[in-house]
């Protein structure tokens, strides 16, 4: 089922049990405010739920705006900011974040021992850390996202491996990159413009090119081959 929510500020926590769509009016407007209360502002605890056109904001402390305790979720045009975790993703796969802003929190996404997530089409800045796969995180995909202005846009570490950045925009961050024990992480078709260091690397061993030839178009030019 689905469950509409009209413009407006709610000074919520909410735990989602169930497999259902929870609908915003538009993000703009609709805002779930934690005012610094309870562990995470959203829980989605039941996998195969939806979130649409929602600002989550206003946790404090260590505490997550979005945590998805669950698989099988998508996150669609949604803000989530001022928080110390936007999103914590532990142990779980098959989540799928798109068309969000992640803005002001300590960490953008956080994910702990969780593989095949999906981030695309997102805005991720301001955060100290944008994002963070933390340990032993596989197979995820970040592309087309805009990673600006945090102090380490991507920090891959302790085997977090063969995960796929592409065609992200990756600029104005203290670091870009930085990865610390990761391997076979493929990097291809990303921007990087505009800081002090593009990125750092400690026992690492990683691509920077795909793996065969390709047609693509980069900054509105196109490439054969």
């Known amino acids: 089922g689905t469950i509409f929510i009209y413009s407006g500020v709610y ?12 609908q915003g009016e538009n993000r703009t407007n609709t805002t779930v405010d934690g005012g610094g209360m ?9 996998g195969n739920a939806t979130l649409q056109e929602l600002t989550i904001k206003h946790s404090e ?8 305790d669950s698989s099988d979720n998508m996150i669609l045009d949604c803000s989530v900011i001022n928080h110390f975790y936007g999103v914590y993703v532990q142990s779980m796969y098959n989540n799928t974040v798109r068309n969000c802003t992640f803005s002001d929190n300590t960490i953008g996404f956080f994910f702990d021992h969780s593989d095949n997530n999906c981030v695309s089409g997102c805005l991720i800045t301001r955060n100290e850390q944008g994002v963070l796969l933390y340990d032993n995180c596989n197979n995820n995909r970040i592309t087309n996202c805009t990673i600006s ?5 991507l920090f891959f570490r302790d085997l977090s491996n063969d995960n796929s ?5 990756i600029s104005h961050n203290g670091i870009g990159v930085r990865l610390w024990d990761g391997k076979k992480n493929l990097f291809f078709l990303n921007t990087f413009k505009d ?3 593009h990125t750092e690397s400690t026992i ?8 065969e030839k390709i047609n693509y178009t980069l900054e509105g030019v196109r490439y054969y081959g």
Not at 61 to 68: E, H
Not at 165 to 169: A, D, M, V
């Open 11 to 22: 000074h919520e926590n909410l735990q989602i049990w169930d497999s259902v769509i929870i």
């Open 38 to 46: 309870g562990d995470a502002i959203i829980q989605v605890l039941g």
């Open 61 to 68: 402390g260590s505490k997550v705006g979005l945590l998805l």
């Open 149 to 153: 202005e945090n102090t380490e846009g």
């Open 165 to 169: 950045i592409s065609q992200c925009h």
């Open 195 to 197: 800081y002090t260091n």
């Open 204 to 211: 690492s061993d990683n691509l920077w090119y795909t793996r």
